[in-house]
């Protein structure tokens, strides 16, 4: 359970080749294109017959109709443990504090006296939000998806999540209590990648979507690939991962219990330590077992675990272990050293950074008020996690006068002369008085 990897005692590769010596999951989206494409055709030809029809091969569960009723929305909030409402409603206001200091206003710089450009920031019209119900259901992921979409400005919101059969072929009924709680009353039955399809095709009620965000399997994400261009997308997510750089100064419960937890999500999820500390890296691998053992999910944790996604990289020091975490990019990433602000002020490529002993990723799973839709798979280097920004589209607005345009003509003229493009100054020209 957790192999070590050593780059101790001498110089670190470079980012690529330092990248290809972590542990990191391995997901061939493109294998299951197949499996996809066909689905998402039917979907598009036959429409919420097809729907039916896959969801009852897939999932067991055959309606006619895959819209959730709304006294079925209500009836979930009306049910739920008071102290998940609680909760719910807690995260809520937290992720909606963060989240409304992301708003974007709209900016008009005058570039010379006459013309200006205005940076307008406008909501796409229309939303689906994937929520996962496969070996969890994701509730928490309901108020990630939901709440930057609201204060964005979207006007048409829509959510869909796999049917249960334990619940009568409706979504979990935490999932429809969270889009209760949010007045989201638009929302499928409907999950895996004949829901990606549903929202980029339309399908029985539901009205096709500009964007999709939200997690999800590997069947999501192909779907997500394939429709990509006639829908916008978050991401292609694929398996949840933590690293965690630690010093001495770390606490090996602490450590132990933030890998077990990464790892209880997923058989495919990784778990990365990283260190310069080989007492730190033997006492948790004394502490793992145990706590796997006294978990509900252990056989899954083990898997996790056991994988080559998962692991101990030993470092020399502090700053070789950010070099590491950097050519890793996690989507979670722990910072367990002394000066902690410090070094997480120094990271680059992280999706989340938890500062110091008491930040664990699960705070940020769920009440922090930061969002958890984050890039995985290293899209840490170039892409950003989930906010108001992913649901926002800047739009130039260029206005100049005549005499503005006309001081420019001649810049015009030259580079539409260099590029060959005569009718580009030509329509310039056409604007001036003989």
């Not at 979670?332 to 120094?346: G, K, W």
Request: aromatic share 2%; with cysteine.
């Amino acid at each position: 359970m957790l192999a070590r990897i050593d780059l101790r005692g001498s110089a670190l590769p470079g980012v690529p080749e330092l990248a290809g010596l972590l542990p990191r999951a391995a997901t061939d989206i493109d294998s299951v294109l197949a499996t996809v494409r066909p689905l998402c055709e039917d979907v598009r030809v036959r429409g919420a017959q097809a729907v039916r029809e896959i969801t009852a091969r897939l999932d067991g569960v055959d309606a006619e109709d895959f819209a959730v009723p709304a006294d079925a929305i209500d009836a979930a909030l009306a049910g739920i443990d008071p102290a998940v409402r609680a909760a719910l409603e807690e995260s809520i206001a937290r992720v909606r504090r963060v989240h409304a200091d992301q708003r974007r206003t709209d900016v008009t710089t005058e570039v010379v006296p006459g013309g200006t450009v205005t940076e307008r920031w406008l909501p796409v019209r229309r939303v689906g939000l994937y929520v996962p119900g496969g070996l969890a259901p994701l509730v928490s992921s309901v108020v990630m998806n939901v709440v930057p979409a609201q204060i964005a400005g979207v006007e048409s919101i829509a959510v869909a999540s796999p049917p249960q059969r334990d619940h009568g072929g409706l979504p979990d009924p935490g999932v429809l209590a969270a889009c209760a709680l949010l007045g989201v009353g638009e929302v499928y039955a409907v999950g895996g990648a004949q829901a990606i399809a549903v929202f980029g095709y339309g399908a029985g009620s539901c009205e096709p979507v500009d964007l999709v965000t939200g997690p999800g399997n590997v069947y999501v994400t192909a779907a997500k690939r394939l429709l990509r261009g006639l829908i916008g997308i978050d991401s292609e997510a694929g398996p949840t991962e933590v690293a965690i750089l630690a010093d001495d100064t770390a606490d090996p419960v602490h450590v132990a219990a933030d890998l077990v937890s990464q790892a209880e999500h997923d058989p495919l999820a990784g778990a990365v330590l990283v260190t310069d500390s080989e007492a730190l890296a033997d006492a948790v691998l004394d502490l793992v077992p145990g706590q796997v053992a006294a978990t509900k999910h252990s056989d899954r944790i083990t898997t996790a675990l056991d994988g080559s996604q998962s692991g101990i990289v030993l470092v020399d020091d502090v700053d070789a272990g950010l070099r590491v975490v950097d050519a890793y990019a996690a989507e979670h990433l722990e910072i367990q050293t002394r000066d902690a602000r410090a070094v997480a002020m120094r990271v680059r490529n992280a999706g989340a950074v938890f500062v110091g002993a008491w930040s664990p990723v699960s705070l940020g799973d769920y009440i922090a008020g930061s969002n958890h839709v984050l890039p995985t798979g290293g899209c840490a280097r170039h892409s950003s996690g989930l906010s108001v920004q992913s649901f926002l589209r800047g739009i130039h607005l260029v206005e100049y006068d005549e005499q503005a345009l006309a001081d420019v003509a001649g810049h015009v003229d030259a580079l539409a002369g260099a590029e060959d493009l005569p009718a580009h100054a030509a329509a310039v020209r056409a604007r001036q008085h003989p």
